[in-house]
């Protein structure tokens, strides 16, 4: 390879990726590189301290070749310094999170195993007999990991959220390690008897491993109820936050900024839904706020009669998916293709958090595998009441918005485009941001709307949920924003959701627990939506001779970087 500023870079990009993935072996998994499947993380003490000090010398390496080719004038490629950019970005994050933010001293979730030994079970990447085998392995790790975390977490101020939300999800991962792979076993094709005896030899100690630790986190819990033990508050703070939010979503604008223009957006959206609601009720909006407040509310009960259930929810998913790949081929708003997916229920272990997501194949993967579009059903201990607000919030309307979210032309396509990218280095695949994959779907719901998606029949039922979902999504970013920065408390947070948002009270409580349980993550719709939006405006008039597809497919077509880099991609 020549001696050149790109081929240096290249080389020292594949260096840092190969040191990420076997330090987080989970994630590499992922990516679709299974290297390391056999392994899990060290999140011990030690652990985290070694990949710190890692993560500084990759960052001063990357620091110094960008340095020396700006001092020598040679350059890189556009592609490279768009890779370059976002690699240190990922360090600067990674550094952060472990040195600064300390999540996994507080967030005892973070140790679950579960969605590392799922992702086994889950992709047909490999045959069942090499997959299996590295179940084993890393389910015989699970008790000298837990006993880790143990450690870690010892003397520390736990949250009493994330304390609940782990006892949960380790209990997803009891089910996982039991009936699951039981299933998962017996459906394998091949000979898989070596890995099976390999499982069977490990997995009561695992359960074991997993039962004690649960036990271990209610002791933590009664703890603190009792006042033996203080809790934590969730919130990180304005400092962290600001800091947080800015290498997570690799954004232009700071934290102040973002949150002043949700507020002000959230203005301009609440206006929006009441024309949209006195044109579905033929009247004219009314001035006065009550009666306009009133008319919406009106309008979104009726629609919300539409209700599915347990039972059919994920056929409604998908048949709603069918027609919105009709729909994006007959109006021509992006190439479509026809890679395979499945619509299928949330495994207990994702469960928690949020309602749906698109899990698709890594970006990496070199083998076959299928997009899953999961779905949570409602958890049997919910009572009745619960169900019905639940399916009240996603009714039929609703579901072909959330469809068009995570699936067409939203998470599922983009990330289909997002895969037939072409670059020297695999850092963008990889490394892809949250905020630009989030803002497309966004911006694909009011794309949808905008071009008379019809759903069930009626083009303004759809647009009045595609409203109701930009006010939620706007009112999340707020949340995000003043719950861990202005100490927003939940009657306040309750009350913008369910009243400027016209929320169920069901879906705003888990939003109020997923605002405590999370930080900037709930930013990233609003923040990606506005960069794509402002990226696509500024494009059509740029280049008013591309067609609705033409525009899409080049934003689409450079993978999944953050917005602020595209247009000198585009423009390359």
């Not at 195993?113 to 179940?135: E, K, M, S």
Request: aromatic residues 6%; glycine residues 6%.
């Amino acid at each position: 390879m020549a001696d050149t500023p790109d081929a240096r870079f290249e080389a020292l990009a594949a260096d840092i990726l190969d040191g990420l993935c076997r330090r987080n072996p989970d994630w590499a998994g992922s990516l679709g590189l299974h290297e390391y499947d056999a392994e899990l993380p060290d999140r011990s003490a030690g652990g985290l301290a070694a990949e710190s000090a890692w993560l500084a010398g990759r960052a001063a390496d990357l620091a110094e070749l960008v340095e020396q080719v700006e001092r020598d004038g040679s350059g890189l490629s556009a592609a490279n310094r768009v890779d370059a950019a976002i690699l240190a970005n990922h360090v600067a994050a990674q550094r952060f999170l472990i040195d600064e933010l300390r999540e996994d001293e507080w967030k005892p979730a973070a140790a679950n195993p579960g969605v590392a030994l799922y992702t086994l079970l889950a992709r047909d990447y490999a045959p069942a007999a090499q997959r299996l085998a590295a179940f084993a392995s890393r389910l015989e790790q699970v008790a000298s990991t837990l006993a880790d975390n143990r450690s870690l977490l010892a003397g520390k101020q736990l949250s009493r959220i994330h304390v609940e939300l782990a006892i949960g999800q380790f209990q997803g991962t009891v089910d996982l390690i039991g009936g699951e792979l039981d299933a998962a076993i017996e459906a394998a094709s091949g000979d898989v008897s070596e890995a099976r005896a390999a499982i069977d030899a490990v997995r009561p100690a695992a359960l074991a491993a997993l039962g004690e630790h649960i036990a271990w986190l209610k002791e933590r819990l009664a703890a603190g109820d009792a006042g033996k033990e203080e809790f934590r508050d969730p919130r990180i703070g304005a400092e962290l936050f600001a800091r947080k939010l800015s290498l997570s979503l690799d954004a232009e604008s700071d934290a102040a900024a973002i949150l002043a223009r949700a507020e002000a957006d959230l203005d301009r959206v609440s206006a929006e839904i009441v024309e949209a609601a006195a044109d579905y009720e033929g009247v004219a909006a009314p001035s006065d706020d009550a009666e306009r407040s009133a008319l919406v509310r009106r309008v979104l009960n009726r629609l919300a009669e539409a209700a599915p259930d347990n039972e059919t929810i994920l056929e409604y998913s998908r048949q709603a998916l069918l027609k919105q790949f009709d729909f994006v081929r007959e109006h021509e708003l992006v190439t479509v293709y026809s890679d395979p997916y499945e619509v299928a229920a949330m495994p207990e272990v994702q469960r928690g958090v949020a309602v749906a997501y698109c899990d698709p194949p890594g970006p990496l993967e070199q083998a076959d595998v299928q997009t899953i579009l999961a779905i949570s059903p409602t958890p049997a201990d919910w009572t009745q009441e619960r169900v019905d607000s639940f399916f009240r919030e996603y009714n039929l309307h609703m579901l072909h918005n959330l469809m068009v979210h995570e699936a067409m032309p939203g998470h599922l396509l983009q990330l289909q485009h997002s895969r037939r990218q072409q670059a020297p280095t695999p850092v963008r695949a990889a490394l892809w941001s949250g905020s630009f994959v989030e803002g497309w779907a966004v911006y694909a719901e009011e794309l949808m709307a905008r071009h008379g998606y019809p759903g069930d029949g009626d083009p303004r039922a759809v647009r009045m949920q595609q409203l109701k979902m930009q006010l939620r999504m706007i009112i999340n970013t707020i949340l995000d924003g003043r719950v861990h920065c202005h100490g927003m408390t939940e009657d306040e947070a309750m009350k913008l959701m369910t009243e400027r948002g016209f929320q169920e009270d069901g879906e705003a409580a888990g939003k109020w627990r997923r605002a405590l349980l999370t930080s900037s993550q709930l930013s990233t719709y609003y923040v990606g939506y506005v960069e794509v939006s402002d990226l696509v405006r500024d494009l059509r008039a740029e280049h008013p001779e591309w067609s609705e597809r033409e525009l899409h497919d080049a934003v689409l077509g450079h993978g999944s970087p953050a917005a602020r880099y595209l247009r000198e991609l585009i423009a390359a």
